[in-house]
C-alpha cells in the first residue's frame, strides 16, 4: 500500500468505527496506533463487550 499522506500531517489522519444500537454502550476502549506507518490510516482497535449477555424483555428497557 502506498503511503498517501504527507508526513508532516501524519498525525492528523482521522480513522472511524461506527456502533449503534445494542452495541453502542459496550464499548470497553477505543485506541489507535500511531506508531504503524504502512498506510495512510491508523489501524484502529475497538473493544466491545460481548461475553455479558444482552438483556431481553421489559426488564431490559
Not at 501524519?10 to 477505543?30: E, Y
Not at 475497538?46 to 449477555?53: A, N, S
Request: aromatic share 4%; net charge negative.
Amino acid at each position: 500500500h502506498v503511503k498517501t499522506i504527507d508526513g508532516r500531517l501524519a498525525k492528523r489522519r482521522l480513522d472511524h468505527c461506527f456502533v449503534g444500537g445494542m452495541l453502542a454502550g459496550r464499548v470497553r476502549s477505543v485506541s489507535a496506533d500511531i506508531d504503524e506507518i504502512a498506510s495512510d490510516h491508523f489501524p484502529l482497535r475497538v473493544d466491545i463487550d460481548l461475553e455479558t449477555p444482552f438483556a431481553t424483555g421489559a426488564e431490559g428497557a
